[in-house]
């Protein structure tokens, strides 16, 4: 604890005067600290918006979110400037499962750390010495309730605010814009505190240097157990919750101390869970709307007047309210028209599902765990390499609503950032602006699908399973069938079910489109063949016009990645071949085509220099198919090649692809095998 001289509070005053401290309110600290990070710019669904790092630094971080990150930013910001938003309340809405508790302790405890910095700080002062006063028994030192900060205390010194800021300007030659600055944030004392000082003022006559022996300053505990600077109240049934949860109650303890009945420090206020964070905090009101009425109400004088309010009197807080609601449970307090006040008193953020599934793979890590898996006889379990797309792909495209504009692939894609043929991210942009015109919440973009618990019990099911025990392996297609098990028992709406188990087939569609890729990768010894020829058919288009182009076909250009001079010789029969596979029969047709790819390229080297058209998977397919038949006689061979392994070539084929599979692309014996036989069949063929 700090020592007697440093917890005075002239001492206090005059390091917030110097700048080592600070006084600010809840929404002045939570915007300080988002915007003291760096802010990147990106683009989502074809809209520039801002990405504060802030959320995205730990191992487990906010994924995606943008818009409603944006929200709640611009929120605090609104009300950190003395806005409409002080006087309100973020609310977040959406399905179970998209992320919107994770967000609020995510920033519940990025909020603690930033306190945790000496000069962020928050302070608090406790009366000591109460013995000298007659009426408070043994009660000897009593700490504000509502955590207020020291700087509200000197603000109230005197009987009048004007005196008080007059004395102030006096004893610590404070300059009128740091006077202006600190009155911003000027609210009275708590009921119990300005008691208790009138009773120190009279026991003292007024004596200000003498009051004071009676203020200790104290640091606000930062303990996440105990609830102060960010505290949760989560909804709970209607008989045993009651407004004592928030607001506090008389304590018989204290009154068998106290001799003045009307002394409000009887009303024990850290008894709820608004008191703790009363100091600059945070108060997060998980389901706010499966409360019952009369505590909603009791949430309405809060958010309104930002004080708690017992018996006729006051304690002014300052605290950040955020709550949580699904669109159940709001869609029926809606309905309930005499609750408009509280909707009014609301910033609502309607939360949707992640829908780009590149960003999906990190949602799907923290449901398959970061730590390695072991088998229900203790061996170690090993991934798929596949299992992580799979799953994404999988649970996205639930998410997706349907559009006469875009196929389910086609929309994945683009709102993913990546090319769907000849389909651009403003028509994206257009579907989802007429999407959001919907008045049902449940039909616009991304807000319904699985959510992240779905995806959670499907890795559970995936897991139990016999097979994948026995197998010590989670084979990537396996995902698909637990999936489908949690849409059968989890999804009550058959118009729904019968939507996801569309999108099931379409993910296993592209799940298919994977392994053709990951066996030419595998046929050719090389984790990266697809990619190089993808390029290589690139390149050769983009030089085929080039003026240096001698009759030896060979051209000359700079790799964009490295910044080496590169040789390519320009194999037009390849070009077609891979022209005639995309279905592009006509000379207008693949000059079209490559002028589309060669646009592309100009637009994302310059971005990003490591850009591969990987994402482009009409192309991927197409050089693959192509190099499969040049290489082999076509895929069909390869198929009969690895099924039909009676002759010795075959069988030397197989061990070859086995050990580049092992070796080189990440897999296991179970499912390298597993993947080959999957190859090998016909299911799930576009």
């Excluded at 007659?134 to 509502?146: F, K, L, V």
């Excluded at 188990?501 to 569609?509: C, R, V, Y």
Aim: aromatic content about 8%.
């Amino acid at each position: 604890m700090a020592t007697r001289r440093n917890s005075s509070l002239s001492t206090h005053v005059s390091a917030v005067k110097k700048g080592e401290r600070v006084f600010e309110n809840a929404f002045q600290a939570v915007s300080r600290m988002i915007l003291e990070s760096p802010i990147e710019k990106v683009l989502v669904n074809g809209k520039n918006t801002f990405d504060f790092t802030i959320f995205r630094q730990d191992v487990k971080h906010i994924v995606g979110m943008y818009d409603e990150i944006n929200s709640f930013v611009s929120f605090v910001k609104d009300a950190s400037e003395g806005g409409s938003s002080k006087e309100m309340a973020f609310v977040l809405v959406g399905e179970p499962g998209n992320g919107k508790t994770f967000l609020v302790e995510y920033l519940c405890t990025l909020y603690r750390q930033f306190l945790s910095v000496p000069q962020n700080r928050k302070y608090t002062f406790r009366f000591i010495n109460l013995d000298q006063l007659a009426h408070y028994g043994h009660i000897r030192t009593i700490e504000s309730q509502i955590y207020e900060d020291p700087m509200v205390l000197a603000m109230n010194l005197q009987e009048s605010r004007e005196d008080s800021m007059a004395f102030i300007a006096r004893k610590f030659r404070a300059s009128g814009k740091q006077l202006e600055e600190w009155s911003e944030n000027y609210r009275p004392l708590g009921a119990c505190s300005a008691y208790i000082w009138n009773d120190i003022r009279e026991h003292t006559n007024g004596d200000v240097d003498e009051m004071l022996k009676f203020i200790e300053v104290v640091p606000v505990p930062l303990m996440e157990s105990l609830g102060t600077v960010t505290g949760k109240y989560p909804a709970k049934d209607k008989i045993t919750s009651s407004a004592v949860d928030l607001l506090g109650e008389e304590s018989i303890q204290r009154l068998l101390h106290i001799s003045d009945t009307n002394n409000p420090y009887r009303f024990d206020l850290r008894r709820g869970a608004l008191a703790r964070v009363a100091g600059g905090g945070i108060h997060f009101s998980d389901e706010i709307f499966k409360n019952k009425k009369d505590l909603v109400q009791v949430y309405l004088g809060i958010i309104q007047n930002r004080s708690i309010e017992i018996d006729g009197y006051k304690w002014p807080i300052d605290t950040l309210i955020i709550a949580t609601s699904n669109n159940s449970e709001f869609n029926r307090f809606l309905s309930e028209k005499e609750e408009a006040p509280i909707i009014d008193r609301c910033r609502i953020c309607y939360v949707s599902h992640n829908t780009n599934y590149t960003l999906q793979r990190d949602l799907t890590n923290y449901a398959i765990g970061n730590e390695s898996k072991t088998t229900l006889t203790g061996d170690i379990m090993h991934q798929d390499p596949n299992l992580n797309y799979s799953a994404s792909v999988a649970v996205v495209l639930t998410r997706l609503p349907r559009s006469e504009k875009l196929t389910p692939i086609e929309t994945m894609k683009l709102a993913a950032g990546e090319v769907a043929g000849e389909k651009s991210i403003k028509t994206l942009s257009e579907v989802i602006d007429t999407l959001n015109q919907e008045h049902d919440i449940t039909k616009r973009f991304g807000q319904k699908g699985l959510g992240q618990r779905n995806l959670g019990r499907s890795m559970q099911l995936l897991l139990e399973s016999s097979e994948t025990n026995e197998g010590r392996c989670m084979f990537a297609y396996d995902v698909f069938t637990a999936i489908e098990r949690i849409i059968l028992d989890y999804v009550s709406e058959a118009s729904d079910r019968a939507k996801f188990l569309d999108d099931l087939k379409i993910a296993k569609g592209m799940y298919r489109e994977r392994i053709m890729t990951e066996m030419f990768n595998a046929y050719m010894d090389e984790p990266l063949a697809v990619r190089k020829d993808v390029l290589n058919y690139v390149n050769m288009i983009i030089g085929i016009d080039a003026e240096n182009l001698g009759a030896d076909k060979m051209w000359k250009y700079k790799n964009p990645q490295t910044d080496e001079l590169m040789a390519l010789k320009i194999d037009e029969r390849y070009i077609d071949s891979v022209e005639d596979y995309l279905g592009l029969k006509t000379k207008e047709q693949k000059e079209s085509f490559r002028t589309s790819i060669r646009k592309i390229y100009g637009q994302k080297i310059s971005v990003n220099p490591d850009y591969d058209f990987m994402d482009n998977l009409e192309l991927v397919k197409a050089v693959t198919d192509v190099r499969l038949k040049s290489d082999i006689a076509g895929a069909g061979s390869l198929i009969g090649a690895l099924a039909n392994r009676t002759n010795e070539e075959n069988q030397k084929l197989y061990d070859r692809m086995i050990e580049t599979m092992l070796n080189k692309l990440g897999y296991c014996t179970t499912c390298a095998q597993k993947t080959i036989e999957y190859f090998c069949t016909q299911v799930d063929e576009n």
